[in-house]
Every structure is written in C-alpha cells, then in structure tokens.
C-alpha cells in the first residue's frame, strides 16, 4: 500500500541541492496550546491565518508541565482508558476539519501517559464530525514506566530509587520521530513526553529534510518552538503589566505563529485580528524564560546558543529572530522519575471588618496548638502576606496584627498518612463555629503529592519509535 506524503514535506534528491535553494518556502508553525489547561478557543483563530496566509504549515498543541505528565499517570492508574490531556476534543473540534481539509499537520504531547487512548479519541471525534479517518502517527519510546526499567533506572538513581514508592518515569525524547512520522504520511502526530521545542523542529526537519546533524538550523528552529511552547506567553499574555507594559485586547489575545526558514532563523508573529502584542521586548522575555545558560541551551536535539542571536521587529507583530548557532546533541536524555510523596491538604476561611486581622492570626494560633504536633503547617494570611511570606513563618511572626478589613487564612500541610491530612482538614473546618467570631467561606482540599527525582540515560537505552495508523 502507498502511503500518500504530507502536503508539508517536499522530497528533493539531495539535502545540499535543498538547503542551497534560497527561494524554498517557510514552513508556518502556529501554536493552540501551551500547557494542560489552556484556552480551548485558541487554536481556531491561529488556523484561520494559517489557511490565509496558505503554504506549508502545522498546528502544535503543547499540554505537559512535568508534573502534567505524573498526575496523568495516576489517571491512567485509575482507569486504563485516561491518562490523555482531559481538554483533548474540546481543543480538537474547533480546528479538526480545517486542518485536515487544508493540509495543515498537527503534533501534540496531548498522548501524555496515554498516546494510544488519544489517538482513538482523535479518530472518534472525526467520525462524529463525518470526516474520513486521519492518519495518525503515535510516538513512543518516553515512558519508562514498566517494571523492565527500574534496573536502568536505579543504576541512575542509586538510593534515591524506592520500588516501593514508585509512581511513574518518562524520558524527553525528541524531534526525529515526529518527523519520520510525517514524512512518512501523517496528518496528526501524537506524542507523549518530548522536549516542548521538539514539536515545532518535527515539522520543520520534515518540510526542509535536515539532517539530524544540521546544528545550526535545528538549533534556529529549537529556539521558535521555544517561543511558541508556552502560547500567549509571547504574544503579550505574561508580559502585560498595566501602565509599564501595556498589551491591547489581552481579553482575546492571539496565540503566536512562526515562520520558519530553511537556515532555522524565524519571524514570529500572532494569530490575525486578535489582541496581544509582539514586539523586541515580548520575544526577548520568553526567549530566556527558563533558559539556564544561553550559550548551552540542553534539548534532545541541539545544544543551542543565542549569544549571538539577533531580535529585530521587521512590521507590526512580526519580530525576526536568527544567528541562533547549534552545537551537536548530548548523548544522553533526560528522564524525570516521580514517586508516591504523600499527601498534600489546604484549607481557607475568611475574616473580615473590624479586627479582622487579629481573629485570623488567633485562628491560625488555634491550629498551631491543635495540629502542630503531627506536622509542619504554612500558614498565609491573604490580603496581608502570603504570597511574599514564607514557610516558616517567620515573616508573619515578624509582624503585629494591622487594621486589615479583609482576611483570609490559609493553611496547608503535607504527611505520608491520609488520616492526618483529613484531620488537618477538619480541625479548619471547625473554626466556622469553634473559632473567633465571624469566620466563613470554608474551603478544603487534598490531593496525593509526588515527589521528583531526574536523571541522564545514555539514548541507545530509550530509543524511540512511531506507528502510523492507514485510513
């Protein structure tokens, strides 16, 4: 059987013949997402300037924070059939037939601990909406979670390695199986653990057929994907800041595009007719946001270095970056490995009117003495300090009660036994009537805590691999 190629991959003889070609297309690479949670009407916008500007072209979804992945381990835990990004259709339905339709390739870690269970998603929601079944490319090789790994893993672990407390383990892998998989026909490419920039090099190693030695292109095209990887975060969304950093219609701010040349420079730019801002300033910060060590920025892929690197805007939401520079790849990935770490509990009650602050400070005193025995507590005192406190408390020790009309304690704890979390929680609750005077709006909440270990495996011990399903 033949496999049809993607509309975004160009077959060429030779790769130098290619790469010598200054007239080949950008590839447009916009992103719809950019961690579990995300506006679900993000991505339409961005497909429709895909369609307008026409080309070659591919839509990412990034939804894994490193503890995304974990929490959806124990969903599939729980039930066989989870594990998958919980907003995956309502993300998809909006945008599954224009994709299609124009040719436009979607990678998304929305597998994270389930990939497969993704992929049948995909294909249920293309049935409801009565188009022929995709072919979906599923991208394995991250998850180290079987029995089989935990030698591999406690030889890079030593002690901190607890069989017992075992939860989960996934490995970042990288770009070239997203792009074998549309090369080799793939019109959705679901994966679970990749680097975030890995989604957006995929494509464009795809569309230009880099070789997995093209330092400095990949290291170009690393850098847009890690524009693109946390979504409005680039176009104006975490940048904004009233009367110093004043960012236009945020309430329905683009999410950000980025046309990728054949040498990995880019111009990022926004979905059209939406709010938000790119400019030098909004590029620059999400250009070191999380970047340790610009000369040496780690990804499965490249080692890339943006000391040189050159941000100009060239129009009216449009900045270009390039003279990103690449170094070969390490020789070994990097794996997060996380445990049972107990559990967490937090609870809140408000105070409020006159000496609102002083009956707070008692109620938290009150569960000092009654709970401070079986374990450690933070306590904050909302509209007083809480978000600039700390855990010990010693912030707010530092500090008599003030005339504060409006408080609301908080308090949290953690412990490996439920039961004292439960009590923790309870003892909050009682303040309602055995407190001080007028507190309300109790809230309480637990949830099991996960504890991280990390470390470095050679890659010939992870290999990855994809499958592709045929209508």
């Known amino acids: 059987m033949v496999i049809p190629i993607n509309p975004i991959y160009i077959h060429k003889q030779s790769r130098d013949i290619r790469l010598m070609d200054k007239n080949i297309q950008t590839i447009a690479i916009g992103c719809a997402a950019g961690f579990s949670g995300d506006r679900t009407d993000a991505g339409a916008p961005v497909v429709r300037?895909?369609?307008?500007?026409?080309?070659?072209?591919?839509?990412?979804?990034?939804?894994?924070?490193?503890?995304?992945?974990?929490?959806?381990?124990?969903?599939?835990?729980?039930?066989?059939?989870?594990?998958?990004?919980?907003?995956?259709?309502?993300?998809?339905?909006?945008?599954?037939?224009?994709?299609?339709?124009?040719?436009?390739?979607?990678?998304?870690?929305?597998?994270?601990?389930?990939?497969?269970?993704?992929?049948?998603?995909?294909?249920?929601?293309?049935?409801?909406?009565?188009?022929?079944?995709?072919?979906?490319?599923?991208?394995?090789?991250?998850?180290?979670?079987?029995?089989?790994?935990?030698?591999?893993?406690?030889?890079?672990?030593?002690?901190?390695?607890?069989?017992?407390?075992?939860?989960?383990?996934?490995?970042?892998?990288?770009?070239?199986?997203?792009?074998?998989?549309?090369?080799?026909?793939?019109?959705?490419?679901?994966?679970?653990?990749?680097?975030?920039?890995?989604?957006?090099?995929?494509?464009?190693?795809?569309?230009?057929?880099?070789?997995?030695?093209?330092?400095?292109?990949?290291?170009?095209?690393?850098?847009?994907?890690?524009?693109?990887?946390?979504?409005?975060?680039?176009?104006?969304?975490?940048?904004?800041?009233?009367?110093?950093?004043?960012?236009?219609?945020?309430?329905?701010?683009g999410f950000p595009i980025a046309e990728i040349a054949f040498d990995g420079s880019c111009i990022v730019g926004k979905a059209s007719r939406t709010g938000g801002l790119v400019d030098e300033r909004t590029v620059k910060e999400q250009l070191l946001y999380e970047l340790h060590d610009p000369a040496a920025y780690i990804t499965p892929d490249v080692v890339a270095d943006i000391t040189e690197a050159t941000v100009v805007q060239v129009g009216p939401d449009r900045v270009r970056l390039s003279g990103v520079r690449g170094h070969p790849r390490t020789g070994t990935l990097k794996a997060n490995v996380f445990f049972d770490g107990g559990w967490f509990g937090e609870g809140e009650i408000s105070y409020a009117g006159r000496n609102a602050e002083a009956r707070a400070r008692l109620a938290m005193d009150i569960m000092r003495k009654r709970m401070g025995h079986l374990l450690t507590m933070r306590f904050d005192l909302i509209g007083v300090s809480s978000i600039l406190a700390d855990d010990s408390g010693r912030m707010l020790g530092a500090t008599a009660a003030g005339e504060s009309l409006d408080v609301r304690l908080r308090v949290a704890g953690q412990h490996e036994d439920l039961a004292v979390i439960d009590r923790l929680l309870r003892e909050l609750t009682c303040l309602w009537t055995g407190g001080p005077a007028g507190g309300g709006g109790v809230r309480v909440a637990k949830r099991q805590r996960l504890s991280t270990r990390s470390c470095l495996i050679p890659r010939e011990q992870v290999p990855a691999h994809f499958t592709l399903s045929t209508p």
Not at 207 to 214: K, L, S, V, Y
């Open 49 to 253: 300037t895909l369609i307008e500007r026409g080309g070659p072209c591919a839509l990412i979804f990034e939804n894994l924070a490193e503890r995304t992945l974990a929490t959806q381990q124990l969903a599939k835990r729980a039930n066989p059939q989870l594990g998958y990004e919980p907003l995956l259709e309502l993300e998809l339905r909006p945008v599954l037939a224009d994709c299609l339709k124009h040719g436009i390739t979607i990678v998304g870690n929305f597998g994270a601990a389930n990939p497969e269970g993704a992929a049948r998603v995909i294909e249920k929601l293309a049935a409801e909406l009565g188009l022929a079944k995709p072919r979906i490319a599923v991208v394995k090789g991250d998850d180290l979670s079987g029995e089989s790994a935990w030698p591999m893993l406690r030889d890079h672990l030593g002690g901190d390695f607890d069989a017992a407390r075992f939860v989960c383990a996934n490995a970042y892998q990288g770009a070239q199986e997203i792009a074998d998989a549309i090369r080799g026909g793939a019109q959705i490419v679901v994966t679970g653990r990749v680097a975030d920039p890995s989604l957006t090099v995929g494509p464009a190693m795809a569309h230009f057929g880099w070789r997995a030695d093209d330092w400095d292109a990949l290291a170009g095209a690393t850098m847009a994907g890690h524009l693109l990887e946390c979504g409005a975060q680039v176009s104006g969304g975490y940048f904004a800041d009233p009367g110093m950093k004043d960012v236009p219609g945020l309430e329905d701010v």
